[in-house]
């Protein structure tokens, strides 16, 4: 785009100022007072000046995280190397996105999409604790008439839609989901059904450990795997078979490793694993890679380090997550063409 970013802010500053506590500033006020005709080119723009040149989509698999922190977000010098959004994982296979999870993470990588110019998102989810459902009304595509929005889930306990428009509703937020742009669609299934959101990519599931219920996923696209295990408690002595179904040969596992086993002697119940238990089923389940993922809010940069440094002392292939980092896997030769 050819507008600059000076022309950005003066055409935001054109904008009637919003009422206090609006949110979002410019947006939504444009939204509710249609004074800004061209939102889709705002959004854009402010990609743009928050992230930077975006990179050209191709036949990569890849894999952004935007939020790696459990429980709430934080923030500190003592966290700015790892980062405090809570979850949110882009997964693009080629042309297609995904996000997993709408924890605050969501609004940076919202701002990505934007920049990407996908006109199709997939939105999947994991369970509906705070932390993972905290930043949805701030994800920038929902605002966009030319975008279609899918929201997966398959917890079973509440469907898609209900869950939706719970979130967004008085008295815990100012506006219901209907205020939204986008082209917006609910899709529930049954954990451990075999999603096909597009004909190359596969999404396999199961349930999780934890308390209210949680899915796991499994994204296949181009001979690659990638599995996101979050949240679920181990069982201390047994590896878990739905992770291992999930996590078999995969070229990435983002696992929940929100304690040690030494914290775990206090944490019994709060339906979280470690480190420790990630590297004992990436082992077990031949997985290349493990993202230690949902850290504690407490932990910081400097704790999270020397973590990855015993992770990494027995499992090579182990590293603490960090918000903003990319995983990008080139597809198997032919892969394209076999799915």
Known sequence: MDTSTADFRRKVELVPKPPAGGMEGPVLHALKTNTVPDLTEILRRKAAIELGKDTTSDNAFRVKLWGTRGSIPVCGREFRRHGGNTPCVEMRCGDHTMIFDAGSGIRPAGLSVMQSGAKDVHLFFTHFHYDHVLGLPFFSPLWVPSINVQV???????????????????????VSISICQATLATRDFKSGDVLKPWPDVTIRTANLNHPGGCVG???????????????TEHVEGELDKNILGLIDK??????DATYTEAEMVKKRGWGHSTWQEG??????????????????????????????AEAKAVFPGAFAARDGQTITMKIRQGAAKRA
């Open 279 to 308: 590297v004992k089923l990436c082992k077990a389940a031949g997985a290349k890679k493990l993202a230690l993922f949902h850290h504690d809010p407490f932990r910081t940069d400097a704790a999270l380090d020397a973590l990855q």
């Open 217 to 231: 996923y499994r994204v296949e696209f181009g001979g690659r795997a990638v599995a996101l295990i979050s949240d």
């Open 152 to 174: 997966w889930s398959g917890l079973g306990t509440i469907s898609t839609h209900e869950m939706l428009h719970e979130l967004m509703r008085a008295p815990w937020f100012p």
């Open 250 to 255: 995969a070229d990435l596992v983002i696992y």
